[in-house]
């Protein structure tokens, strides 16, 4: 009997271990399945371009982080946390199996005592950075308070959010300089080395240490994976599906509407028959509005796009609207999308497909006077570290305005008649058009 | 001005079983807008000056579609881009220069899905071009000493990452090249796309072709260069704000050119 408890007392922290993989990989199972059937509900879109180029600028703009830099403090702080992210996790790799085989570093005789304190040592250098860039981060944030961190659409849950995250990491990295420290089956790890001296020499008090710094590192890594899908910091995963499926097409040029081409060319085509009648409407397919009114309107990549902001703002602090003290924030555009996608999915899975809860994108979220403020300039999509693209649901937004609910500007509608009448958005006639020649 | 120009139509080609090199689009600013005009007559000089072998559409142009598009009437749009195409391939028109960023983007971008494709290219790489293979020679003296900054386009840079062209023209003219804080990729918009210019700005604090022209007068410019005519309206208008017009102008880069060419 007591054999037996010893036994289940050995095997304990295993079964912990792996039960905490396991809820930890369930619930991110279903954030993922929950983010790719809200992404699925926008419109079909066939994004063209060669697969080549597409995996170019994948590695060019989400790995190498090339329009991070454009902003140098924060795009070099920027990927020294990335760099930490990335490779720090072959230490987790070691943690994870570690906790499921009940082995204790077990990189350690594999890799050969010095390669592996060299490893080890570059990671604690690293999780040093990680913890230089959070610290200036959080000061940029809350006591610098950059302007651009400021805005309207951060008051609240965003600003808790970005915080939340940089003193997550910030922990995550205490834990894990305090467990290298406290592990006496190791020594001389370049930064934790310099702990070493503040550990209590009592073993059994030193073990607890580590042991409580090994939990608290993995299960707080287990929590944050479980965290970033209800945070902007999704960004980490989304970052490289949304820049692969970037647009390829120069930024100026804006798609052309199927639907409407449709219309424009039977209603100009002198062969018509203008009493024939129509084709039996196709009973399964979706109503198609003229622009977007809801982000079920949108295509699947616009709203992978508002899952892909993290918030940093640099649109919005780049966009001549916003600079002069208009309502438009293309960054809050882009959170707009979410919060509507987010509260979408929420009544699907609780009322089923067919729910309207009577809201929508345009009107609930967006007002038309941000949409008028828009230049379409392009400075926003410049901007954007991750290549989204908030000037397309500007447009599709507008186009509902316009095509939709006849809701433009009186300046605007008159030059729409203009170009009708006379080919020019001013009133001058078509006849005259020539005559700057011989004035 | 009793000035006359002698502009050939298309027509005028057709009419002798000919066919010109390039169409010149004039675009409506360009047809009707005053200080547009200018831009214009320049462009053309600069055109005939070079020999080159070109035409306008005359009374058959019409309006690209780009302000309906910009605005969300994508009906009015599509009408205009078919009934110019139906002009364009009746024409049979194979390349096509236009001093109007949004009418180059427009045509050169958004005509190809309706049956309009056409080799597209904006005035300032149309000279560059020009200068390039010797065709057109400025002598830059009359510039010399005098700093000027040039204003990106954010149809012509962003919208389709031409940066250079138009610098490139303005080093000939031996001036003092100045760029603005923001510039090429950063560049700031003047303030008229997206349909803005036909309409009142929505309320803000501040108006951003003066966001704008603060930029281009912190680098203390004899003359600010444009290469739109709506940005050159909003420049413009900017340095009145600061009643600056006495001792800085704001030109086209076609109208600097074609000056210092002493056309």
């Known amino acids: 009997m007591i054999d037996y408890m010893e036994q289940v007392l050995h095997y304990l922290p295993q079964v912990l271990f792996a039960v905490a993989l396991g809820v930890t990989s369930y619930f991110f199972y279903k954030s993922i399945a929950r983010i790719r059937r809200n992404i699925n509900l926008g419109r079909d879109l066939q994004l063209e371009g060669p697969t080549a180029e597409r995996w170019k600028t994948m590695a060019r703009v989400a790995m190498g982080q090339t329009k991070m830099v454009v902003r140098p403090v924060a795009g070099i702080m920027h990927i020294l946390i990335y760099l930490g992210f990335i490779l720090i996790n072959i230490e987790v790799l070691e943690i994870l199996l570690d906790g499921l085989l009940g082995t204790h570093r077990l990189f350690k005789p594999l890799l050969g005592k010095a390669f592996y304190s060299f490893l080890i040592g570059f990671f604690e250098f690293l999780a040093l950075l990680v913890v230089v860039a959070c610290v200036v981060f959080l000061y940029r944030r809350n006591v610098h308070k950059l302007k651009r961190f400021w805005k309207p659409e951060m008051k609240g849950w965003p600003a808790k959010d970005g915080n939340y995250i940089l003193i997550i990491e910030l922990i995550l990295m205490s834990f894990l300089l305090i467990m290298n420290a406290s592990d006496p089956t190791v020594d001389g790890f370049l930064i934790s080395g310099f702990l070493k001296p503040l550990m209590p020499a009592d073993e059994g008090t030193l073990h607890l240490i580590e042991r409580v710094a090994w939990w608290g590192h993995i299960l707080g890594i287990f929590a944050f994976l479980n965290y970033v899908p209800y945070s902007k910091h999704f960004h980490i995963i989304m970052a490289f599906p949304n820049t692969y499926w970037s647009n390829l097409n120069a930024k100026g040029s804006f798609n052309n509407l199927e639907s409407v081409k449709k219309e424009v060319e039977l209603m100009m085509d002198p062969n018509a028959d203008p009493y024939a009648a129509p084709p039996e409407p196709d009973p399964n397919a979706a109503v198609l509005r003229f622009g977007a009114k809801d982000v079920k309107d949108l295509s699947w990549k616009q709203l992978m796009d508002s899952y892909t902001c993290t918030e940093c703002g640099r649109c919005t602090s780049e966009c001549p609207a916003n600079q002069t003290g208009k309502m438009l924030s293309p960054r809050k555009i882009m959170m707009d999308t979410r919060d509507r996608l987010e509260a979408v999915g929420k009544n699907i899975d609780e009322h089923g497909p067919d729910h309207d809860d009577g809201k929508a994108l345009l009107g609930d979220h967006i007002s038309a006077e941000e949409l008028w403020a828009c230049t379409s300039c392009n400075a926003c999509v410049q901007a954007c570290p991750v290549n989204i693209d908030p000037l397309s649901i500007i447009m599709d937004l507008r186009r509902y305005l316009v095509m939709e609910e006849s809701n433009a500007p009186t300046e605007l509608n008159s030059v729409f008649t203009n170009i009708e009448n006379n080919g020019a958005p001013w009133q001058f006639a078509q006849a005259d058009r020539f005559n700057w020649a011989s004035e | ?263």
């Open chain 2, 1 to 263: 001005m009793a000035e006359t120009l002698t502009v050939p139509t298309m027509a005028d080609y057709m009419a002798r079983g000919e066919a010109p090199e390039i169409l010149f689009w004039v675009g409506c600013a360009g047809s009707f807008d005053d200080r547009a005009k200018k831009i214009t007559k320049a462009l053309v000089k600069l055109l005939q000056k070079a020999e080159v072998k070109f035409a306008v559409l005359g009374t058959e142009e019409a309006c690209t579609g780009d302000p309906a598009k910009r605005a969300g009437n994508e009906f009015l749009f599509m009408m205009q881009a078919m009934m110019n195409v139906q002009v364009l391939n009746g024409y049979g028109i194979e390349k096509i220069v236009t001093a109007c960023p949004h009418c180059f983007n427009t045509l050169k971008n958004e005509y190809p899905e309706l049956g309009g494709s056409y080799d597209v290219i904006h005035h300032t790489q149309l000279l560059r071009d020009l200068m390039k293979d010797g065709k057109l020679k400025v002598e830059g003296g009359s510039f010399k000493g005098k700093r000027i900054t040039f204003h990106d386009p954010c149809y012509l840079g962003r919208g389709n990452g031409e940066y250079e062209a138009p610098r490139e023209v303005l080093e000939k003219l031996d001036a003092e090249l100045s760029e603005m804080k923001r510039c090429k990729t950063r560049g700031l918009c003047c303030g008229a796309g997206g349909a803005q210019m036909f309409k009142e700005a929505e309320k803000g604090d501040k108006e951003v072709n003066i966001e704008r022209t603060e930029d281009a007068l912190e680098v203390k410019p004899d003359i600010i260069a444009a290469g739109c005519p709506f940005c050159n309206t909003m420049m413009t208008d900017g340095v009145k704000h600061f009643e600056r017009e006495d001792n800085v102008q704001v030109l086209d880069v076609a109208e600097l050119i074609a000056s210092a060419a002493d056309l």
